[in-house]
């Protein structure tokens, strides 16, 4: 069955630092989406992308972050400048239609 | 007023037992409902979406909504241990590519 894959599985960061967090959504799928969810929080929508462009943010999506499909394959999330309060589970999504899968996240600390 | 609310919980019943899961939310132009199940430290996982009124039923687990009360709810029948986790209740406005708003999860722990 498909799945989408997430690297890397950890990720420790000093802040100030740029991460770039890739995932693989699913092959046929068209609609891609990061989420993020903070130890003990709920899981919050970040932002969507379809046709090589985002859809839609949300209001944690600010400057410091970018995403990018630079193959056929692989939907990227970059953070500038990395912040104390980014230390969170960080998931990729994908759909063909409304229904979305979620990748195994990739856990950042930032120190 | 949050956007999707769930019973907190912990919610705590016996192995065959049934459990009920509650989800109120607060957007009147959501049009799809999806029930996820996290495991402590994995993502989300699919269990079920429901579009229409009424119910929904796929295996052990029946789906319920009720868009007049602004209700969706999600019921485990014959309760065994490996169901315990964490169930998140999430909708979205019905289109293609839209955001999931989740609630807080409800977390189950289903006894031997």
């Known amino acids: 069955e498909p799945e989408v894959t997430q690297t890397p599985s950890h990720q420790v960061t000093q802040m100030g630092q740029e991460v770039i967090l890739r995932c693989v959504p699913i092959s046929n799928h068209l609609y891609f989406y990061w989420y993020r969810q903070i130890l003990g929080q709920k899981v919050e929508f970040l932002v969507s992308f379809y046709n090589n462009e985002i859809s839609e943010k949300s209001e944690i999506f600010d400057d410091q972050f970018s995403v990018e499909r630079p193959d056929g394959s692989n939907f990227t999330l970059k953070i500038r400048s990395t912040k104390l309060e980014d230390s969170a589970m960080y998931f990729c999504a994908s759909s063909s239609g409304e229904t979305q899968y979620f990748g195994p996240g990739t856990r950042l600390l930032v120190l | 007023q949050k956007e999707v609310e769930q019973n907190s919980g912990p919610l705590s019943v016996p192995e065959g037992a049934i459990a009920s899961l509650n989800c109120t939310y607060s957007?009147?132009?959501?049009?799809?409902f999806f029930w996820y199940r996290q495991y402590s430290g994995k993502s989300p996982e699919l269990i079920m979406f429901i579009y229409s009124n009424g119910d929904k039923e796929d295996g052990r687990f029946t789906a319920q909504l009720n868009k007049a009360s602004q209700y969706v709810s999600l019921l485990i029948r014959d309760s065994q241990p490996s169901d315990s986790a964490t169930y998140l209740c999430a909708v979205n406005r019905g289109t293609s590519g839209s955001r999931l708003t989740f609630g807080e999860g409800t977390q189950l722990t289903v006894n031997p």
């Open positions: 957007d009147r132009g959501s049009q799809s």
